[in-house]
Structures are given as structure tokens and as C-alpha cells.
């Protein structure tokens, strides 16, 4: 399968200097995937790749941690998919296009979308690797059997991976939302020994969450409404009592240097105009991802 580059993808050029690899040389593939179908409060994930590739051009290339340019590692940007509306189809898209990245060798980042894309990209994480913890970052558990009566809903992701695919198990960062509801709490109960939950109440060390996770490999979904809505308002269901830019940034840091993170996502931005700070927010997390998994210190 041939992957198309977008010209001016995630960094861009500026000043005559483009900061984008071609394909065959870059180790990061970001691959925009916009599905939106099963949003239950405030939509407009399916804007947030875009959004996010526009930010990431006013980005600053010089890492002000590891004061190194990791857009130098190579970072190619693919054109986004024309999506079907069944998400079934959809996902069955990603998990295909993220098979081939990962094939290929390269490091996949996937831009949401809403959460559901999830199920579609670790189905392919599942195949390559046979030992992976999903680390979740996000407001909400997301393991409700069913939700507004489909198993492909946002808030089901993460039950239909632990049910559904050889995920060994799952460690959540921020929650702060829960729900009897659909069989969320029962699965929870069911499954407590796959599944540790690091409250949003609670502020526990990079060193706790890495040593909670037991495999090799990790899998990083970030939705972006983990974030407290005082940094992070553009996201369909803002909770108060999130988690803070640098925190965050300190257990990025550990999981990479002690961890081999296979992939990442970022999901559940819903760009709001002419505020561009939460934009340019998921633009240097994005960025982080890559400075942390090429710069080992």
C-alpha cells in the first residue's frame, strides 16, 4: 500500500527550510485521522487534525528540555484518508494504514478523532507486539460495553480492548468521571486485576506509573480532556480537576526512558475558533512524543 504524504504536514517548513522527512527516511509517521461519529456532548474532533498540523507550524523546533531539534530524527506527515461513515470500515482503514507504518519500521502517531479511532490502531499495535500496556491518559475510563448502542463509542474503547485484543492490560492517568452505567463499573470490578487507575485526585510520581507497568512495551492514547479544561477547554467533555502541562510532561518523560513505547495517539480535541492556545497545546505534545522517544537522557 502506497502512503501519501501531505506537503505541508505536522512542523511544516519556514524560512525556505522544510522540517519534514520523506517518508522512506522518517522514524516518526503522523498519520490524521478525523473520524467523528459517536461524540456524545460537544463535536468537532474530526477539525482537530488539521487544527493541530496548523499549530505545530508555529511550534519551536529546539526542545527546551534535551536542547536538541528532533524534528531531526525524521518526521513525515501523511494525507489524511478520505473516511467512510461506518466506523467499523473506518477503523478497519486505520488499523490497515497503521500496519504498514508499523511494517515499515516507523514510529506511528496518530492524530483524532474521537477515542473510538483507538480500537483501530491497536488491533495493529496487537498483531506486531505480543506483550503491550495500553497507558491511558483521559478523564474518563472509556469501558462501558456499549454506549448510545454501538461497541465502536468513544466511551467503550478501552473495554473492547481488554475484551477483544491480546492487550495485557491497562494503566489509567486522570480519571476523574466514572459510570455504572452500560457495564462500566462490573467490567472494572471483573477485570481490577488488569486495569490500575491513577485518580485524578491523586498525584502520583512518574516513578509510581512506570512502575505499574508491567511489559516492556506501551501503547500511549492521550485524550486530550485528561488535561484540567483551565489549559484545556477544547474537548467535547471538559472535567474539572485535570492534569497540568508539566506533571504530565515529567511522566511522559519517565515512561519513555524506561519503557519502549510502540505508538501513540491524540484524541477528543475539538478546536474551538480563534482560540488557538489548546491547539498549539496538542501540537507540542505532539512534539514532546517525538523528543522523548529519540532523546534518551
Known amino acids: ?12 517548513s519556514d524560512e525556505g527550510v522544510n522540517f519534514q522527512a520523506p517518508y522512506a527516511k522518517a522514524k516518526t509517521v503522523i498519520i490524521p485521522f478525523g473520524f467523528e461519529a ?3 456532548y460537544g463535536g468537532g474532533t474530526k477539525k482537530a487534525p488539521q487544527a493541530i498540523i496548523a499549530a505545530s507550524h508555529q511550534v519551536e523546533l529546539l526542545d527546551e528540555q534535551t536542547l536538541t531539534e528532533p524534528y531531526k530524527s525524521g518526521v513525515a506527515t501523511l494525507t489524511e484518508s478520505r473516511l467512510p461513515k461506518n466506523p467499523k470500515q473506518s477503523l478497519a482503514l486505520l488499523t490497515k494504514i497503521t500496519r504498514q507504518v508499523l511494517a515499515d519500521g516507523k514510529f506511528p502517531i496518530v492524530l483524532g ?5 483507538t480500537q483501530g490502531i491497536l488491533k495493529a499495535i496487537a498483531e506486531k507486539y505480543k506483550d503491550v500496556t495500553v497507558l491511558q491518559f483521559d478523564a474518563h475510563p472509556d469501558m462501558r460495553e456499549h454506549y448510545h448502542g454501538s461497541v465502536f463509542s468513544h466511551a467503550s474503547v478501552m473495554y473492547q480492548a481488554l475484551k477483544n485484543l491480546p492487550i495485557k492490560s491497562i494503566v489509567q492517568v486522570g480519571i476523574r468521571n466514572l459510570s455504572k452505567s452500560n457495564g462500566e463499573w462490573e467490567f472494572r470490578q471483573k477485570n481490577h486485576s488488569r486495569i490500575k487507575t491513577f485518580w485524578g485526585w491523586e498525584n502520583p510520581s512518574p516513578g509510581a506509573i512506570v512502575k505499574a507497568i508491567k511489559t516492556k512495551r506501551v501503547f500511549i492514547t492521550f485524550d486530550i480532556d485528561a488535561f484540567d479544561p483551565s489549559i484545556m477547554p477544547s474537548t467535547g467533555t471538559p472535567e474539572p480537576g485535570g492534569l497540568q502541562w508539566w506533571p504530565t510532561l515529567a511522566i511522559l518523560r ?5 519503557r519502549q513505547v ?3 495517539d491524540v484524541v477528543e480535541l475539538t478546536p474551538i475558533k ?11 505534545l505532539v512534539y514532546k512524543l517525538i523528543s522523548y522517544k529519540f532523546n534518551k537522557y
Open 1 to 12: 500500500m502506497t502512503l501519501p504524504i501531505m506537503p505541508n504536514g505536522f512542523l511544516g
Open 274 to 284: 480563534n482560540l488557538h492556545a489548546p491547539d498549539f497545546l496538542a501540537a507540542r
Open 262 to 264: 510502540v505508538g501513540c
Open 254 to 258: 519517565a515512561v519513555f526512558k524506561s
Open 113 to 117: 478523532g474521537e477515542h473510538s479511532i
Open 38 to 40: 459517536t461524540v456524545s
